[in-house]
């Protein structure tokens, strides 16, 4: 929700943070998706 209210600093941090709380999950598909969305949000084509 942050990114899509323009809070896009936010919605970055916010993104790194769950996925630091999945530690040990890099391999799961949730992980991977998420990841996906960060690097989209980073690089504005989200």
């Known amino acids: 929700m942050y990114y ?3 809070q896009k600093e936010k919605a970055i941090a916010t993104q790194k943070e769950a ?3 999945m530690k040990g999950e890099e391999e799961s598909e949730a992980y991977i998706e998420m990841k996906a969305v ?3 949000m980073e ?3 989200y």
């Open 38 to 40: 960060l690097q989209k």
């Open 19 to 21: 996925l630091l709380a």
């Open 4 to 6: 899509k209210d323009n």
């Open 43 to 45: 690089t504005g084509t």
